[in-house]
């Protein structure tokens, strides 16, 4: 049976006779013998096999065995007299299934910038950074997946497709089926709507969060964790318009609950990557950003900071430092603010809550103070922000008030205050970007190289 | 601390004392003290509370703890005298959260129709059979990412919204960010779509096939969990406009490796699901389909049946039955025929094997026999076909001939035939409905009452 080369370079034992599948990632013919180098993307790195000259049709085969070729060797494990590896295969039967044209084939052993292999989404998980990216995404993932199922929390399916834009949180895609030659249109002359598929204007949803709070209201622990869209023309490093979030929604849980339950989160996160891709994750270190192992360690061993808003504006006035953007309670804190509480002031995680409700969402709970909103923010060194979240006003009059100073369209919103009027209870949730998250832990410098094939800004290819 | 209430009801112990949170089911007052059932969505069961008259403000509590209220119990334990219950809670405080008046809350004790709880999608997951769907739901979906997991594949994130309808595979919802107002047109009169987000026109998926055999040519062996959508007009209860695919892809393998991983991966969703929700699957064969603890035993026992579409044909043809649809050979297997071979003749899952290329996707792998493809399609007694799979065409000239015959777009799939140009191997997948599954496992009528808010013609509430 086909062995799995990070099994073999993990456990293999020399005299064992094993067989692996892959692809050629390096070949170099010596005087009788050829190294090979092959990966099956199980790990970073690949498996050495040894290819002797008395093998049958050893020229022939080694004509087609290049970098790129998928190939099946069986042979048997040998310590390896080399450096940094513990075995190597010595081959007894190569069988090429498919070569890789020496003359087209894109990933020659040359460095190749990260703008050209996203031209070549189709073959970049084949080199050494994407394939590693993909293999930490995966463990982040399901560290997730695990996190919340221990828990007892129900992964729940929010919609993508929905007609509402309640949260007001920016550029929405249209999701439709009209024929754009032919538009309906009404007796006023406006495009007629409810002629397209869901009998009205239908949008890609920006947040399941309204959706997880229905849930939370039943299960008392949820969490969203699919695809999410911004139609935002922000043409940046750090925006995609097709992204993946992760959205747990608690009820009977206040704000203090949901900050526990947001740092033992991302600490489970990084840890669990760690165990599972230390090489990878050294990888990163070492080519990509010498400062992700440090930040995992510490984001690991840290008690985060928790600071209010209010706090947070006092200790920026008091800083020994010139910022670009003036400091003053009521407006946002940017980024170069988040980043002087994290790494410069604390060194640490810091959660900030209780910011003014005038720049947060309608749905965060208001404090007693009328003017701020039990909402918290994680900031990070090196990283900024990382979650977003908040306790949600449980209380129906307060809430409705809410979205009438809000501006918003509380009849699309009646199911949402329904629940405040049948058994509310005071419950609390966040939101991860979870391709940030895999950013950060990656050191990766653009966003649209921690997910497969990226959509943004005239960018759907693949 | 609190405990869930599926905690107390399995392992809770007399004299215990707890503090619970939930939403009250029912409530029955006696003459000095009251029944109240508490659900938290953790289990199927509530926990039984009684609450003694002499309660501090018991008149006043019991008056606000109707159907629908959320409370807060504290108490202990006490071995129950009652029928079908182990324990019960004798309260000794209780803290009303949120109302629910008895006028105006839809969720009486009295049964609602399923179309009904549909238009109160936000409130209907408090009920017992939407409880138990999405905690199977859960559970079923918890049990495809370990079985995979477990097994090296790594989880990968294919995009949604798409520039191609490379297989052709029926209607596309359009995504777009253009003002249908001021739609932009080319000299030549048409919708200019490079004005538009992403410089062309974009769709959203129908499958994430593709793409997997993109990442399955770098990580071996992968699998997509995720949305796909269909525009399809058609208003039944088997189909939604969106809804979730599981699609494994696996380099190195062919057809019998491809049957067997599927045959496994049934067996162990099917088994995961009875063994962590045994009192739902037990309300479902109790109250929805009396054959759904049979069908899924079936399923975990029987080695599965696997015929060649030649064979089934013959079969069929000395059947001793009449069918509305001919049975010829070259036609689709129509459901009744599907019915008859796993229902009828075998009496367990079939697979059957080697269709007609005409009938099937351009991808699949043609025989030496230039008539028949690689495909397969998992036939479930009382489902029907429950996966669709096949052995993808590996070799480069044959993939080429198969687009042009089928008259697909051949520039648009550079990258997919770039995949047999470098590096190609044999490899499979299969595709299967999650939410299919869901209906079939838990026997409901309505695809729409598997998913928390089904997206359907005119359907697109909450």
Redesign the interface.
Known sequence: M?R?I?DLLRYGQPNEPVTI????RTKRDQKSFSFVEVN???SLAGLQVVVNDDLPNYAETMKQANT???V?ISGVLVESPAKGQRIELKAHTIKV?????AE??PLQKKRHSFEFLRT????R??TNT??AV??V??AC??AI?NFF?ER?F??????????SDAEGAG?L??????D??K?PRTDAGE?DFSED????R?Y?TVSGQL?AE??A????NVYTF??T?R?E?SNTSRHL??F?MVEPEM??CELEGNMDLAEAFLKHVFKHVLETCPEDMEFFNLRIDDSVLATAENIINSQFERITYTDAIALLEKADKSFEYPVSWGADLQSEHERYLAEDLFKKPVIVTDYPAAIKAFYMRLNDDGKTVRAMDILAPKIGELVGGSQRE?RLEVLERRVQECGLPIETLW??L?????????HAGFGLGFDRLVQFMTGMGNIRDV???P?A??????
Chains 1, 2 share one sequence.
């Open positions: 086909t799995r990070l599948q892959g692809w050629v099956d993307g199980s790129g070729a998928s099946e299934y498919g070569e890789a044209d087209t084939y070549i989404g189709h073959l998980p084949r994407l394939g993909f293999r995404r995966n993932a399901t997946h199922q007892g129900l992964w729940v399916h929010t919609p993508l497709i929905t007609a550029e895609f249209t999701v439709t089926g009209l754009f030659e538009l495009i598929f869901f009998g009205r239908a890609l959706e229905i849930m209201m039943a299960f008392t699919g695809p869209f139609a023309n318009a097709e993946w009820a009977f449980e199911w949402y329904d629940l405040r009027r049948y058994g509310t209870v005071p997910i497969p094939f959509r800004p005239r960018e759907a290819e693949f």
